[in-house]
């Protein structure tokens, strides 16, 4: 099992709809969840970063955490053509050390 | 403006030549790592840094060696360049609270 795993794409949607990516991972010890957006032949970028149970809101982007069900997911609403894009979670179990899933590809239809 | 550049943004070399990937940052920030990335695959940790003085290796094995002597410069490399060693290889650096931010990338083809 991966420590970071993340439902498997690519991911379409089309504009206007919400776009749901999910990732899990094994180490209950976990402190910290990001999520990167990484744009094709770019580096990634910090999108949003969570750190205790519940919602987060930034915008158009919301990360929720369970921490119960090791589960951290990035919703996106109002989806964009632009949000055409990999997402990675990564998950910091190791103070400063993350662990990068594979990578969800979302692709938004006009 | 606090950022982290890595020099140069592409290369192409020859088998059995040394090269030397430059990272530097401007933050001040403890934490840096290299990355590699193959292009659609995922990322792999190859080194990583504490602080000055301080190096790991990650956990994808790498012929590549890094040194930490000032906080702001993280170079990355390699003795003799093998055509294996094409791929894309990613700075990034990190404060306390661990986010990362990443460079633009190196993008490395050797013949």
């Known amino acids: 099992q991966k420590e970071v795993e993340q439902n498997s794409g690519p991911l379409s949607v089309p504009e206007g709809a919400i776009a749901s990516l999910n990732c899990t991972y094994s180490?209950?010890?976990?402190?910290?969840f990001f999520w990167y957006r990484q744009y094709s032949g770019k580096s990634p970028e910090l999108i949003m970063s969570i750190y205790s149970n519940g919602d987060k809101e930034d915008g158009r982007f919301t990360a929720q955490l369970n921490k119960a069900s090791q589960y951290v997911s990035l919703l996106i609403r109002d989806s964009q053509p632009s949000d055409s894009a990999t997402y990675l979670c990564?998950?910091?179990?190791?103070?400063?050390?993350?662990?990068f899933g594979d990578g969800t590809t979302l692709t938004v239809k006009p | 403006e606090a950022d982290i550049y890595q020099t140069p943004r592409y290369l192409v070399i020859g088998t059995g030549k040394k090269i030397t990937l430059e990272c530097s940052q401007t933050?001040?920030?403890?934490?840096m790592y290299w990355y590699q990335q193959d292009p659609g695959m995922e990322l792999h940790l190859i080194h990583y840094?504490?602080?000055?003085?301080?190096?790991e290796k990650g956990d994808l094995s790498s012929e590549s060696t890094v040194s930490r002597i000032r906080t702001e410069h993280f170079p990355l490399t390699l003795e003799s360049a093998r055509p294996s060693h094409t791929s894309q290889y990613l700075c990034?650096?990190?404060?306390?609270?661990?986010?990362?931010?990443f460079g633009p990338g190196t993008r490395l083809t050797v013949l």
């Open positions: 180490d209950r010890g976990s402190q910290s």
């Open positions: 840094s504490y602080g000055v003085n301080s190096t």
């Open positions: 990034a650096s990190s404060e306390y609270i661990h986010e990362q931010f």
């Open positions: 990564a998950v910091d179990h190791n103070a400063g050390k993350s662990t």
């Open positions: 933050m001040g920030h403890d934490k």
